[in-house]
């Protein structure tokens, strides 16, 4: 078993945020640059001067420019297997970032340094804080004017409540940019910027001290290094390895995913901090990562990745042991053993068969219609589930009908798959059909999802009508909602689980609830 340890131990898996057109795809990119997974940084995105690398797979993201779902991707560096995450910059797609969290064991924040904290960096950062994981800033685009570092350390500091301890510190920014100083070593990496940043830059590194630094940086930025080298070591948060792993302090990297620099830093001191995959709860109980009965759950479900073949994908976090082609193993859900055949992994650009992979690492399933997210898989004589997902109160509610009533089986088909994915929340009247169905979004752009795919997929085209509501609650099964004494705006529905549930169209219709019927529990979101 030593073998399953060592793959184990090598694991590192983490999720990449950031506010759209921060840097993310491109420091992706570069890491797969240096982790040798491709050969040309440019080979991610799918057509030159396309905003789209290969997570961006729906139609609607091509038509929208932004990425609808999130991605994995696999490489390897210096004898570690590391696995990013990519998630949805768009805030209404957060619940899929929140559960790519759930499958992260960290994060990564890209920062453009001349915008600073951005309006999707905080709501993003606000779900990630939620998983209390250890969170890295990188702040990008330093060859560009850039705003003072102290200004952007505060304000990530002030606006997402995290301390911040800078691991490198620039040297100048935009035509001036000199390089960084690496703060452990006492060293300066200069920067030579390459053409499009198409290869690995050449480095050269000089000690702090060093006379020759004086010839490559100007005498102010080099009297105001040493100035800050001084503040930083008295003024700064000391660095605390507990403080960052607890999520309470981000290690910061300064560098320009462009044009190639403080790529290989970022990584050294990421891979330092972060540790092998993090063990897991099911049922009250610790799972190890390292024993050797596999375990895994699913975090997204994703339909027709291609178009050619309309599959559906099932992603799986494999949280225990190790997972091989072919493996039987036990749906908890399902309550019923699977093999796991066709199971693929994602590299680069292409998704390839996968005959083996290890906790930490994770994989996409072909789904025929049996999981949802949350789900559970395991092997092992004892039958367990991961604590579920939450489900996020959707905010926005339609009512949808089918255009052509000769295509009710398409139409509740296609609307019942799509919500099994997470993309949308579905919800009918109390014991009444599927004729007139409510759907309730986290974000409006999933509205648009739900008719795009509808007409794509399943040739159904809806009506589709707002609804006012603005809260929901969960209320405890086997209360009789009947019987509860309600304002008449108040609505009494149920959801695919047939859990009942309230939607209220202002706050004072939740009060109302709340102070007329005093056993009534009304939850914000389900337990599953
Ligand atoms: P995303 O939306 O966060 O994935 O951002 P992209 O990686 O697509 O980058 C947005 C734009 O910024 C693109 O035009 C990139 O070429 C550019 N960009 C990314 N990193 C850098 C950088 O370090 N320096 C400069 N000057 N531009 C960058």
């Known amino acids: 078993m030593e073998d399953l340890r060592q793959q184990i131990e090598k694991r590192r898996t983490f999720a990449i945020i950031s506010h759209p057109d921060a840097g993310k795809t491109t420091l992706t990119e570069k890491f797969l640059l240096y982790g040798g997974a491709i050969q040309q940084a440019g080979t991610v995105k799918g057509k030159k001067n396309s905003k789209h690398a290969t997570s961006d797979w729906m139609e609607i993201e091509k038509q929208r420019g932004i990425s609808v779902t999130s991605s994995v991707l696999q490489f390897n560096y210096q004898g570690y297997c590391i696995n990013i995450l990519d998630t949805p910059g768009h805030q209404d797609f957060s619940e899929d970032t929140y559960r790519t969290l759930m499958a992260a064991d960290c994060a990564v924040m890209v920062i453009d340094a001349s915008k600073g904290v951005e309006d999707q960096t905080r709501k993003l950062f606000k779900v990630c804080t939620m998983r209390h ?18 200004e952007l350390m505060e304000e990530i500091e002030q606006e997402l409540g995290i301390e911040t301890c800078p691991v490198n510190w620039p040297i100048g920014s935009g035509k001036r940019f000199a390089g960084v100083y690496e703060r452990d070593d006492k060293e300066v990496i200069r920067f030579i910027p390459v053409d499009g940043g198409k290869k ?34 008295m003024a700064g948060n000391e660095f605390s390895l507990e403080a960052v792993r607890a999520g309470k302090l981000s290690p910061v990297c300064f560098g320009s995913a462009l ?91 292409e998704r390839s068969e996968v005959n083996e992979a290890y906790a930490g690492d994770v994989i996409g399933v072909f789904d025929p219609g049996i999981f949802s997210i949350g789900d559970t898989i395991t092997t092992g004589k004892k039958h367990f589930a991961f604590e ?19 295509k009710r089986k398409q139409f509740v088909k296609g609307v019942e798959q799509i919500a099994k994915e997470g993309a949308i929340q579905i919800f009918t009247e109390l014991g009444g ?20 795919r509808l007409k794509n997929e399943y040739n159904v085209e809806i009506h589709k009508s707002p609804l006012p509501y603005q809260y929901i609650r969960w209320v405890k099964e086997g209360t009789n909602l009947k019987s509860l004494n309600l304002s008449s705006d108040t609505r009494k529905v149920q959801d695919l689980k047939g859990q009942p549930l309230l939607l209220f169209t202002n706050d004072w219709g939740v009060r109302w609830a709340q102070d007329k019927n005093k056993d009534l529990e009304l939850l914000e979101f389900s337990k599953n």
């Open 433 to 452: 059909g599927m004729e007139e169905i409510i759907v309730g979004v986290v974000g409006v752009l999933q509205f648009e999802v739900l008719e795009h």
């Open 200 to 233: 690995e830059v050449e480095t050269e590194i000089l000690k702090a001290d060093d006379p020759k630094l004086k010839e490559y940086v100007e005498d102010e930025l080099y009297d105001k290094l040493q100035e800050d080298i001084e503040l930083l070591d």
């Open 388 to 406: 579920g997902i939450p489900t996020f109160a959707p905010e926005h509610f339609a009512m949808i009908r089918n255009k052509d009533t000769m």
């Open 133 to 150: 994981i250890p969170i890295f800033t990188f702040i990008n685009k330093m060859d560009r004017e850039a705003r003072d570092p102290y």
């Open 259 to 349: 044009t190639n620099f403080g790529i290989e830093p970022f990584l050294k001191h990421f891979l330092n901090m972060t540790t092998p995959p993090t063990p897991r709860m099911a049922d009250g109980e610790v799972i190890d990562p390292y024993q050797e009965n596999f375990s895994a759950f699913v975090f997204k479900i994703q339909a027709n990745m291609n178009s050619r073949h309309r599959d559906r994908m099932a992603f799986f976090r494999i949280c225990s042991g190790k997972f091989e082609k072919g493996m039987e193993v036990y749906h908890y859900q399902g309550k019923k053993k699977i093999k796991l055949n066709q199971s693929k992994q994602l590299m680069a650009d």
